[in-house]
């Protein structure tokens, strides 16, 4: 048996956190825009930071697990 939960949940919280794709902050133009499909410096560490955050709090400390077969 195979724990799923670390794949599957890093690469949902990839999509949903890149920058630019759903949200951008902070943004280019404002303090967060929305679906501008662009990205800098600030956008990718804070988004990084949100994820490492998200990611640690789900598999962690909430000991989530997915088995397959």
């Given at each position: 048996?195979?724990?799923?939960?670390?794949?599957?949940?890093?690469?949902?919280?990839?999509?949903?956190?890149?920058?630019?794709?759903?949200?951008?902050?902070?943004?280019?133009?404002?303090?967060?825009?929305?679906?501008?499909?662009?990205?800098?410096?600030?956008?990718?560490?804070l988004h990084t930071l949100v994820f490492f955050a998200l990611y640690s709090i789900?598999?962690?400390?909430?000991?989530?697990?997915?088995?397959?077969?």
């Amino acid at each position: 048996m195979a724990d799923w939960a670390p794949v599957v949940i890093g690469v949902v919280l990839f999509v949903l956190l890149s920058p630019g794709l759903v949200l951008e902050a902070p943004g280019t133009h404002r303090a967060v825009d929305f679906g501008s499909m662009r990205t800098n410096g600030k956008a990718v560490v804070l988004h990084t930071l949100v994820f490492f955050a998200l990611y640690s709090i789900i598999i962690v400390a909430l000991r989530l697990h997915i088995y397959t077969g």
